[in-house]
């Protein structure tokens, strides 16, 4: 079965949403990388490292992992709005990518920092 034509490659002046989408997915690994070593920087500052051990921070942090991924999509999501006002470009791309992960990485530190284990009566 072939591809809706909506779903073709685009010439190299209008790059399609496939394209954009797929250009974003090889930033993925960096973004969760950089979440996971902001972590681990928070946790070496706070040297709290028992934290690593409670089964509940862990389901916290996959819980808030998962999260930073969705939002991770509203990156392609603007970029992919910008080709249609054509206002975009790999430019664009990377100023997204470092100014969402810059913000990404202050809301993972603030949120390790926030944690509190809960307490059961």
């Known amino acids: 079965m072939s591809e809706p034509d909506w779903w073709q490659e685009s010439p190299a002046s209008e790059p399609s949403a496939r394209a954009v989408f797929l250009s974003w997915e090889r930033f993925r690994l960096a973004y969760n990388l950089i979440l996971a070593a902001v972590v681990v920087l928070t946790l070496a500052v706070g040297r709290d490292w028992s934290l690593l051990s409670d089964v509940e921070f862990l389901i916290y942090l996959v819980v808030y992992g998962l999260g930073a991924n969705l939002c ?50």
């Open 72 to 121: 991770f999509g509203a990156g392609p999501w603007v970029e992919g709005w910008l080709l249609v006002f054509r206002t975009g470009g790999v430019g664009a791309r990377w100023t997204l990518f470092v100014l969402g992960t810059a913000l990404a990485a202050l809301l993972t530190a603030a949120s390790v920092m926030a944690y509190r284990p809960p307490v059961w009566d």
